[in-house]
């Protein structure tokens, strides 16, 4: 009985760390996620994060791997939505769920520090950002031409899905530095009127 609630509380620790350290990722990117801050706001002493993660970069891991399977959950539940519908919610995901103008992606929040992250790391946050590409790519290709030329054939999907993704992780940058989401907005909108995506 006591080591069945020792193991939730282990978990439970654990999920609300990775959470904390999402936050601060989003926030302060990978070099300002800070151990000492991490455990303040989890509420633990620090050496009590290394029974949890033995090394900065296994939070960061971690948190990379989290939010790659959380994108997988995503894609998953809409599966079904015509193919406008899933890239309008694709550009909601950034702006809302990720909180433009207070935090850009993890993706955003490493790559900034590309040459300092651990090689794990970086093929972890190089994976999340290739499966947002290829669902991307997947998603426009089943977009109805409308002279934009999206959905003609694989490479012209493949293009297109870099400068979704671009355009969002910009977007992001613009918001943050603004700390306003209208930045936001502004900045996707050329592309919602390209796309004909609904609003």
């Not at 994976?127 to 054939?153: M, T």
């Not at 400068?163 to 969002?168: E, M, Q, R």
């Not at 900045?187 to 609003?199: K, Q």
């Amino acid at each position: 009985m006591s080591a069945s609630i020792s193991r939730h509380t282990l978990t439970d620790t654990r999920q609300l760390i990775l959470r904390k350290a999402r936050e601060l990722l989003l926030t302060h990117s990978y070099l300002g996620l800070n151990f000492q801050e991490l455990a303040d706001q989890v509420g633990i002493r620090k050496a009590s994060l290394y029974h949890h993660f033995p090394s900065k970069g296994a939070v960061g891991l971690a948190v990379v791997e989290d939010s790659h399977q959380r994108f997988r959950h995503w894609c998953e539940q809409r599966r079904s939505e015509p193919a406008a519908r899933q890239l309008q919610a694709y550009l909601r995901m950034f702006r809302d769920q990720i909180g433009a103008g207070s935090r850009v992606c993890a993706i955003a929040a490493t790559v900034g520090e590309w040459d300092c992250i651990e090689p794990a790391l970086q093929a972890a946050v190089a994976g999340f950002h290739r499966s947002q590409l290829d669902w991307l790519a997947g998603v426009v290709r089943q977009l109805p031409d409308s002279g934009h030329g999206a959905g003609r054939d694989a490479a012209a999907a493949e293009q297109w899905a870099a400068l979704i993704n671009a355009a969002c992780q910009g977007a992001l940058i613009n918001a943050r530095l603004r700390a306003d989401p209208t930045a936001f907005d502004a900045a996707v909108a050329p592309l919602i009127a390209t796309l004909s995506l609904p609003r």
